[in-house]
């Protein structure tokens, strides 16, 4: 079995521009998660899907972040607009249908100047 | 509300020594697992152990070993014989129940191990 994967790992964008990122999950998990993680803290929770339906969104998800996962498989988490606090590691995660355990894939690791 | 405390900001220990990572959580449901998860410099969160509320029965795993004690909401992971490869941010995680499916997570407790 593979792990999480996220594409792209590292990312520099300027103030203001739109940013895209991809999470692929565990082959077979039907429930994925996405997190934001600032220097010297834990994970935010973001949003979850079940399926392709999202099902769950922490208020820390502004109008200029959107999560997709149109088919239930990979997910998009897009920013517009960003900001200079957007600049985080954005982590994803997956698990099976009825399990407790989230596992996580690398994160990607965003800067915005 | 659910909250996670984890107060060790930074601990370093030599080689060989044990040591153990503390964690207190807050929740008012009756139902809910507990975590830790691992983090080493690449960034990659490593899931270590799950506990469930109903669970209290201590157990070890290898060189990992955890104290789940529902009287004082602690849920203490210990390392034994710790190795450098050790070296890392470790962070302690709440779930609940009833279909909230996020995990609250302490802000970490980084491990450093000297050679």
């Known amino acids: 079995d593979t792990g999480v994967s996220q594409n792209p790992r590292h990312k520099i964008t300027k103030r203001g521009q739109n940013v895209t990122f991809r999470c692929d999950p565990i082959?077979?998990?039907?429930?994925l998660y996405w997190y934001r993680q600032t220097l010297g803290q834990g994970p935010e929770f973001l949003t979850y899907?079940?399926?392709?339906?999202?099902?769950?969104k922490s208020r820390l998800l502004s109008d200029r972040f959107s999560a997709e996962r149109p088919k239930g498989s990979f997910s998009t988490l897009e920013i517009q607009r960003t900001e200079q606090g957007d600049s985080a590691m954005y982590l994803c995660?997956?698990?099976?249908?009825?399990?407790?355990?989230?596992?996580f894939g690398p994160g990607t690791r965003l800067l915005v100047l | 509300a659910q909250k996670v405390t984890q107060a060790q900001t930074e601990i370093s220990v030599v080689e060989k020594e044990d040591v153990t990572l503390d964690c207190v959580y807050e929740?008012?449901?009756?139902?809910?697992?507990l975590f830790w998860y691992k983090q080493p410099p690449s960034g990659e969160l490593v899931f270590l152990i799950r506990?469930?509320?109903?669970?209290?029965q201590n157990e070890i795993s290898g060189r990992y070993s955890w104290n789940f004690q529902k009287s004082t909401s602690s849920f203490n992971f210990t390392i034994t014989a710790s190795q450098v490869v050790d070296s890392a941010v470790y962070f302690c995680?709440?779930?609940?129940?009833?279909?909230?499916?996020?995990?609250?997570f302490g802000t970490g407790t980084r491990l450093t191990i000297i050679p």
């Open positions: 929740t008012r449901d009756t139902t809910y697992y």
């Open positions: 506990r469930n509320s109903f669970d209290e």
């Open positions: 995680a709440l779930r609940t129940n009833f279909g909230n499916e996020k995990l609250t």
């Open positions: 082959s077979e998990h039907n429930r």
């Open positions: 899907f079940q399926n392709e339906a999202q099902l769950e």
């Open positions: 995660a997956s698990s099976p249908a009825g399990g407790e355990t989230q596992y």
